[in-house]
């Protein structure tokens, strides 16, 4: 094992400074690598946090929309070892949330190194450890919820290098944009639902939202209430489910439901509450996949759709529901199916992608070129190098990211700790030969 030092090339001002972390580096400062960290940290498992943002969770501070709540009821969200205050209301909001992530890096003394953008990853096998390069801006080490250990500066880029190295940079590490014939010729504005920020921005527009999962429909729901006129493309099949059934949590209800029964079971339940309480989706536009909403979300990730209002607009055609787009014109675009329609501006609500395959050397082929574990099983948190683990790429929410942060922490802390006897053996007869010499 080594220890925790920093080394500069004299050689030449922009060589990249190494820093040798006796312990695991965690690259991700959201959810899923806050979790990771705390509960190495637990083992007694020294653990630095890798971050390309000025912060801990970005994505929820800088990229989401002003009304945004979490989805699923608080208990499911909370990460290990603090739940969250009693006082929080079931779905918190925004920045209820990210206090709650602030609290969380500060409780457990977390160790970060900011505005550090990993731009390679690699397992050095002679030196059994990896080797981790990033590009720096504004370089500095923090700890302990936010104090200053350490500033550098003058270099372009640094080095790390550790035994175990934690892939949690999440599922939605970029914006996901797709090229539209025609976007160029039109002359409004076109921004991802990462920059979108209040409906109040755009009272009295024409506003068209791409995209039918939970950000464009709460997006749309959005605009309308802030006298928009929003139109929604939906492109392809979505399972539509009411936030709550019955007063209760349908996530909540569906957990409940899958301890007992089996998850086509399940699924029938959902889709015949849904029709029951919404009527047929299909009529507005809306067609179900041929998998069920929980069988769907655990073959390919995709989450359905939980309803907080959306619907009943788009039933009193308040929000339009539109086809694919064809192709964009200098004033509003035209459809698959041929209408013609104005627009002031255009929301892509496209989602987001793993951003792994462009930094990691992954040498044993454990990532598909989408950036998630090629085979996910119960297991995907641990990849096939040498060393390396991932925390919240397993498409099970933060509910998954919990279950991989401990899981990780167990066994990484078993590896640190043998190596720490192992190390122990090996010095303790040189220093018995040591003594007998004086």
């Given at each position: 094992?080594?220890?925790?030092t920093?080394?500069?090339?004299?050689?030449?001002?922009?060589?990249?400074?190494?820093?040798?972390?006796?312990?695991?580096?965690?690259?991700?400062?959201?959810?899923?690598?806050?979790?990771?960290?705390?509960?190495?940290e637990?083992?007694?498992?020294?653990?630095?946090?890798?971050?390309?943002?000025?912060?801990?969770?970005?994505?929820?501070?800088?990229?989401?929309?002003?009304?945004?709540?979490?989805?699923?009821?608080?208990q499911?969200?909370?990460?290990?070892?603090?739940?969250?205050?009693?006082?929080?209301?079931?779905?918190?909001?925004?920045?209820?949330?990210?206090?709650?992530?602030?609290?969380?890096?500060?409780?457990?003394?977390?160790?970060?190194?900011?505005?550090?953008?990993?731009?390679?990853?690699?397992?050095?096998?002679?030196?059994?450890?990896?080797?981790?390069?990033?590009?720096?801006?504004?370089?500095?080490?923090?700890?302990?919820?936010?104090?200053?250990?350490?500033?550098?500066?003058?270099?372009?880029?640094?080095?790390?290098?550790?035994?175990?190295?934690?892939?949690?940079?999440g599922?939605?590490?970029?914006?996901?944009?797709?090229?539209?014939?025609?976007?160029?010729?039109?002359?409004?504005?076109?921004?991802?639902?990462?920059?979108?920020?209040?409906?109040?921005?755009?009272?009295?527009?024409?506003?068209?939202?791409v995209?039918?999962?939970?950000?464009?429909?709460?997006?749309?729901?959005?605009?309308?209430?802030?006298?928009?006129?929003?139109?929604?493309?939906?492109?392809?099949?979505?399972?539509?489910?009411?936030?709550?059934?019955?007063?209760?949590?349908?996530?909540?209800?569906?957990?409940?439901?899958?301890?007992?029964f089996?998850?086509?079971?399940?699924?029938?339940?959902?889709v015949?509450?849904?029709?029951?309480?919404?009527?047929?989706?299909?009529?507005?536009?809306?067609?179900?996949?041929?998998?069920?909403?929980m069988?769907?979300?655990?073959?390919?990730?995709?989450?359905?759709?939980?309803?907080?209002?959306?619907?009943?607009?788009?039933?009193?055609r308040?929000?339009?529901?539109?086809?694919?787009?064809?192709?964009?014109?200098?004033?509003?675009?035209q459809?698959?199916?041929?209408?013609?329609?104005?627009?002031?501006?255009?929301?892509?609500?496209t989602?987001?992608?793993?951003?792994?395959?462009?930094?990691?050397?992954?040498?044993g082929?454990?990532?598909?070129?989408?950036?998630?574990?090629?085979?996910?099983?119960?297991?995907?948190?641990?990849?096939?190098?040498t060393?390396?683990?991932?925390?919240?790429?397993?498409?099970?929410?933060?509910?998954?990211a919990?279950?991989?942060?401990?899981?990780?922490?167990?066994?990484?802390?078993?590896?640190?700790?043998?190596?720490?006897?192992?190390?122990?053996?090996?010095?303790?007869?040189?220093?018995?030969?040591?003594?007998?010499?004086?």
């Open positions: 094992m080594f220890k925790m920093t080394q500069k090339n004299t050689a030449a001002a922009l060589a990249p400074a190494t820093t040798f972390w006796n312990g695991a580096i965690v690259v991700g400062a959201g959810p899923s690598g806050l979790a990771t960290a705390a509960c190495l637990l083992k007694g498992v020294p653990c630095l946090i890798l971050e390309k943002s000025d912060g801990i969770a970005s994505l929820w501070k800088h990229k989401t929309y002003d009304r945004l709540h979490l989805h699923i009821p608080k499911f969200c909370e990460l290990p070892h603090l739940p969250f205050p009693e006082d929080y209301p079931t779905y918190p909001d925004r920045q209820q949330f990210v206090d709650y992530l602030e609290n969380y890096a500060t409780r457990f003394k977390l160790d970060f190194r900011f505005n550090e953008q990993v731009t390679a990853a690699a397992f050095d096998s002679a030196a059994g450890h990896w080797k981790i390069t990033t590009r720096n801006t504004n370089n500095m080490l923090l700890g302990g919820g936010g104090l200053m250990l350490q500033q550098q500066g003058g270099t372009a880029s640094s080095e790390f290098r550790a035994r175990w190295l934690v892939v949690a940079s599922e939605n590490a970029e914006a996901v944009c797709p090229v539209i014939p025609g976007a160029a010729d039109f002359k409004g504005p076109v921004l991802h639902s990462s920059q979108y920020k209040s409906g109040a921005d755009y009272k009295g527009r024409n506003v068209l939202v995209g039918a999962g939970n950000s464009g429909m709460e997006i749309a729901l959005d605009l309308f209430n802030f006298n928009a006129r929003p139109s929604l493309v939906v492109r392809s099949p979505v399972h539509i489910l009411p936030r709550e059934v019955f007063g209760k949590s349908t996530f909540a209800v569906a957990m409940r439901l899958l301890k007992t089996p998850i086509w079971f399940t699924d029938s339940l959902l015949w509450y849904t029709w029951a309480l919404m009527g047929d989706t299909s009529s507005y536009g809306f067609h179900r996949p041929a998998v069920g909403p069988a769907l979300k655990s073959k390919s990730g995709k989450t359905p759709v939980l309803d907080v209002g959306t619907f009943a607009r788009i039933k009193n308040d929000i339009k529901v539109v086809p694919a787009i064809d192709h964009l014109t200098s004033n509003g675009a459809f698959v199916d041929g209408q013609v329609q104005q627009f002031d501006a255009i929301i892509l609500a989602g987001y992608r793993s951003n792994v395959p462009q930094w990691l050397n992954d040498k082929n454990f990532f598909s070129e989408d950036g998630f574990p090629r085979n996910p099983s119960p297991r995907s948190w641990k990849g096939a190098e060393g390396l683990y991932v925390a919240g790429l397993g498409r099970k929410g933060i509910l998954g919990v279950f991989d942060a401990k899981n990780i922490a167990d066994d990484i802390s078993q590896l640190f700790f043998a190596d720490e006897l192992e190390s122990h053996i090996r010095v303790q007869p040189v220093l018995q030969q040591q003594q007998q010499l004086r």
